[in-house]
T-cell receptor, first 112, second 108 residues
Framework: EAQVTQNPRYLITVTGKKLTVTCSQN?????MSWYRQDPGLGLRQIYY???????DKGDVPEGYKVSRKEKRNFPLILESPSPNQTSLYFC???????????FGPGTRLTVT | SQQGEEDPQALSIQEGENATMNCSYK?????LQWYRQNSGRGLVHLIL?????REKHSGRLRVTLDTSKKSSSLLITASRAADTASYFC????????FGKGTSLLVTP
């Protein structure tokens, strides 16, 4: 089944403790992206990647890192999480040249 | 920065009625997309309209685009309870911008 998977789905952590949210897609998509969704602010793009080893900042990249060493994986790294990074995070992917994005199920992160 | 702004923020209708939501955007676009999000879940692509198109249909969905007004509308006809969700518009390309969404509630 074609899908985007994220892990973990729920995470409660403390300020400053490094964490990684994994994202994997099995559709051989070149493009992958991370978003955060907050009440009243909608969906905002954090980082995106057009292909392996090619990443670029979205609207809200501060406090986040990404890497794209393999085509299927696009992990989101929070080196020193802070409470303002408490949010619902979505990973998405699509084929370059095709507009339809496929979204993962979301990761609900709480930083205390 | 947010490209699209949906209006209204929330809409409540009864089953069988039509639901119309609007999206206004700031800068020129090549395509405009609409997505649906069921509560807390990932977004699902609904329909894309190209900048040279004025109207597009897909099942019970009708999308219009007015590039001179930088606006689009999504009409859901004969709504069902299962249409209850949030609806977002977005540009296309690499750097994507979504609006804040319209929350639609369809009651039986």
């Amino acid at each position: 089944e074609a899908q985007v998977t994220q892990n973990p789905r729920y995470l409660i952590t403390v300020t400053g403790k490094k964490l990684t949210v994994t994202c994997s897609q099995n559709m051989n998509h070149e493009y992958m992206s991370w978003y955060r969704q907050d009440p009243g602010l909608g969906l905002r793009q954090i980082y995106y990647s057009m292909n392996v080893e090619v990443t670029d900042k979205g609207d809200v990249p501060e406090g986040y890192k990404v890497s794209r060493k393999e085509k299927r994986n696009f992990p989101l790294i929070l080196e020193s999480p802070s409470p303002n990074q408490t949010s619902l995070y979505f990973c998405a992917s699509r084929r370059v040249g095709v507009n339809e994005q496929y979204f993962g199920p979301g990761t609900r992160l709480t930083v205390t | 920065s947010q490209q699209g702004e949906e209006d209204p923020q929330a809409l409540s209708i009864q089953e069988g009625e039509n639901a119309t939501m609007n999206c206004s955007y700031k800068t020129s676009i090549n395509n405009l997309q609409w997505y649906r999000q069921n509560s807390g879940r990932g977004l699902v692509h609904l329909i894309l309209i190209r900048s040279n198109e004025r109207e597009k249909h897909s099942g019970r969905l009708r999308v219009t685009l007015d590039t001179s007004k930088k606006s689009s509308s999504l009409l859901i006809t004969a709504s069902r309870a299962a249409d209850t969700a949030s609806y977002f518009c977005s540009n296309s390309g690499y750097a994507l911008n979504f609006g804040k969404g319209t929350s639609l509630l369809v009651t039986p």
